[in-house]
């Protein structure tokens, strides 16, 4: 298999590319989850350039960012055997040079629930993503709906300022207990992640209910917490019924109602949604 | 002669673009100053794209968006003449869709000088300059050194963003008596426009004492402010002598050291700036 080509700067990067580009974003330590939309930005671009970049801006303590996996000559064959043809890993002084002094914010969808519990990430994390567009120029750029928050802060963010390309938001690849893929799930013990599967279990018990009919929220919620109480180890940060688009919470539920949780199992947080009624 | 046409979509203005092309920003209510800029960018790219958008992130007043001069007919004209190819004229429906919600914020360079008096402005120059670079992407953008701090701004944001192309500062164009050209000049009665001056008279006076070999910035300052004296009715906002890259006051004259002025006079707010020691 040949191996994609590393570039360390944006100058080697645009030498390089040619023709349709696909942009995937990451933070390295890949998954299914990523190799799925890395063979996706393969299917439909000339170039799929997946960047690895452990950006120091979206982490809100320092230990978390010492503590993030880096494994990156893994990263590089898994990102190759699935297609990239380009890894653009930059160093930090070449995304942020000495002086650097920009910051681009989204207000509103970044202030509730990931927002609310992790100040400053979302502006670490439409600073840099910015910047990959306007490094990469993409025709498409693809993004995981398992980060659902991020993906509605990020399509926001493309909009508002005119970012090239298309944003592409990709379903969430699980487990076979359910779990959402994660490149933090690797931190569980054997038995947190015993636990964590009630994650999972508690998004589906609400659409099975869903399904069936039931379009009052506050039911909805009642079933989840219900699920969520047979594992008491698991702390619970929010259950919600949010509108895909907004976020805020919906009264009824409607098109594209999405449930969004997140807890705390052990020292592990972990968030997952589903939608909870289709689009159209 | 050819008048050039009118874009007002983002889409629309694509469609037109051919080869190099120049991006010139304005807010309309064009003068001499901009003209130069839109010749230098004709004489420089295929195709002149100068931008009408009164900005109103930038306008830390209602009033002052209000009175704002709109003079799109001439300007069109006037744009036409020096060599513009499109005029990107766009609705603020059209810049700021419902729901906008992004922010590029500078941080260090815009919090001094016009950023302490006008809080917030510098946000909105950032935001929609960042918009127009991703719109237009332009191979060079042209910015008037007139508005110095603007420029330095600019600069910062264009590198730590990684916008398309490169930003070039023309030189300010002044009246015979050295008044630099300003949309705001249009406010001054006859007698303002008189006391008016004094600005250029005072950064002059400091440049002749640099020339002769004065390097001692509490000398300089006290000159200009001796000059100041001679028109009481011109309230004076700030003198000073700074580095052309940070803005922040430097200690003893060094190549590229800058005299930055702003006034007030009557209720019009005018700044300029001279370079004291050539940058080379």
């Known amino acids: 298999m040949n191996l994609a080509r590393v570039a360390r700067t944006p100058s080697e990067l645009r030498e390089w590319i040619d023709g349709d580009v696909g942009l995937v974003p990451t933070m390295g330590a890949l998954h299914d989850g990523h190799l799925k939309l890395i063979r996706l930005s393969a ?4 170039t799929t350039v997946v960047s690895i970049f452990v950006n120091p801006l979206q982490f809100n303590q320092a230990e978390d960012l010492e503590a993030y996996p880096r494994t990156f000559d893994r990263d590089l064959e898994l990102a190759s055997e699935a297609g990239a043809t380009i890894i653009f890993a930059p160093s930090e002084e070449t995304l942020y040079p000495r002086g650097f002094a920009t910051t681009v914010s989204v207000a509103g969808l970044t202030e509730r629930w990931e927002g609310a519990v992790r100040p400053g990430h979302f502006t670490g994390v439409t600073t840099v993503v910015t910047k990959l567009f306007t490094i990469v120029r993409p025709n498409r750029a693809y993004f995981g709906e398992k980060d659902f928050q991020q993906l509605a802060v990020i399509r926001r963010l493309h909009t508002d300022l005119d970012l090239p390309g298309v944003v592409v938001g990709v379903p969430t690849v699980r487990e076979h207990d359910g779990l959402a893929l994660s490149s933090r799930n690797s931190r569980l013990s054997k038995k947190e ?3 964590a599967k009630i994650v999972p279990t508690t998004l589906f018990a609400m659409r099975e209910r869903a399904d069936r009919g ?3 929220v506050g039911a909805l919620l009642a079933a989840g917490h219900a699920v969520l109480a047979q594992e008491p180890a698991v702390a619970v940060d929010y259950l ?4 895909p688009i907004t976020l805020e919470p919906v009264e009824s539920l409607a098109r594209g109602s999405v449930g969004i949780i997140a807890v705390r199992v052990g020292e592990t947080r972990l968030i997952d949604n589903l939608r909870l009624r289709q689009l159209l």
Chains 1, 2 share one sequence.
């Open 43 to 46: 299917a439909e671009n000339a």
């Open 214 to 216: 039931q379009t009052d």
């Open 240 to 243: 919600a019924i949010v509108d």
């Open 193 to 195: 992640r015993r636990l």
